[in-house]
């Protein structure tokens, strides 16, 4: 039983460029949340998606959307990228009526020169 | 508010010995607690959760204690091994809350290293 994937794991952009990372739930999850995790710092709630909608937000400006297919897996779109995007970024899912029990992936390490 | 480090704490132990992780929380509202460990180039990895019903709960190895009355959240692993090398994250979510269900705010970590 495979669990979360993530891909790429490892991506260089350049500041004004647009990125799209890519998530694959554990096998009977429905949701995915994603995360931005700087070096040294604890995970960071960016968006929340469940039956194919964002139900839930954290502090992240509208740079960072979304979207999740009909099959469960996910995407996050960062658009201009800037410096400070740099970092970890870790897709979770959960199981069926358990939103606040999550399963990490590995992460997609995302630098921007 | 979210829970927020200053610093990201370090704890070394000796193989064998028992280790103690401390977080404390910050939203009086939240219901609901987990312990991550998160090991270099790797995600976030369930240890054990517990709820506020409850101050105690076991695991393999690990039991996490819940204070409420000063917001402490604390993770021990018995017999620590070197295996046990990694950062350990507490995240809070209030369950109950609607508008933030699912949405876990992490603390900072504790950098923990077992020498052999």
């Known amino acids: 039983d495979a669990g979360v994937t993530q891909s790429p794991t490892h991506l260089i952009k350049t500041r004004g460029q647009q990125v799209t990372l890519r998530c694959s739930p554990k096998?009977?999850?429905?949701?995915v949340s994603w995360y931005q995790q700087a070096l040294g710092q604890g995970p960071q709630f960016i968006f929340q998606?469940?039956?194919?909608?964002?139900?839930q937000r954290g502090n992240f400006p509208d740079r960072f959307s979304g979207h999740q297919f009909p099959n469960y897996s996910s995407e996050l779109n960062v658009n201009a990228l800037l410096l400070g995007d740099s970092a970890l970024y870790l897709c979770?899912?959960?199981?069926?009526?358990?939103?606040?029990?999550?399963?990490f992936g590995a992460g997609t390490r995302l630098s921007v020169l | 508010g979210e829970s927020v480090g200053l610093h990201l704490p370090t704890l070394s132990v000796q193989e064998g010995d028992n280790s103690i992780i401390n977080c404390a929380y910050s939203?009086?509202?939240?219901?609901?607690f987990i312990w991550y460990k998160q090991e270099s180039g790797k995600g976030p990895q369930f240890i054990i959760d517990i709820r506020s019903n409850m101050d105690k709960r076991q695991g393999q190895r690990v039991t996490v204690l819940l204070n409420k009355t000063v917001k402490h959240l604390s993770l021990q692993i018995a017999a620590t091994q070197p295996g046990d090398s990694a950062v350990y994250f507490c995240?809070?979510?209030?369950?109950?809350?609607?508008?933030?269900?699912?949405?876990?705010?992490f603390g900072q970590g504790t950098i923990l290293t077992v020498h052999p």
């Open positions: 096998s009977g999850h429905d949701t």
């Open positions: 979770a899912s959960s199981p069926p009526a358990a939103k606040n029990i999550q399963y």
């Open positions: 939203n009086s509202a939240s219901d609901y």
């Open positions: 998606y469940y039956e194919e909608e964002e139900r």
């Open positions: 995240a809070e979510n209030n369950a109950a809350g609607g508008t933030s269900y699912g949405k876990l705010t």
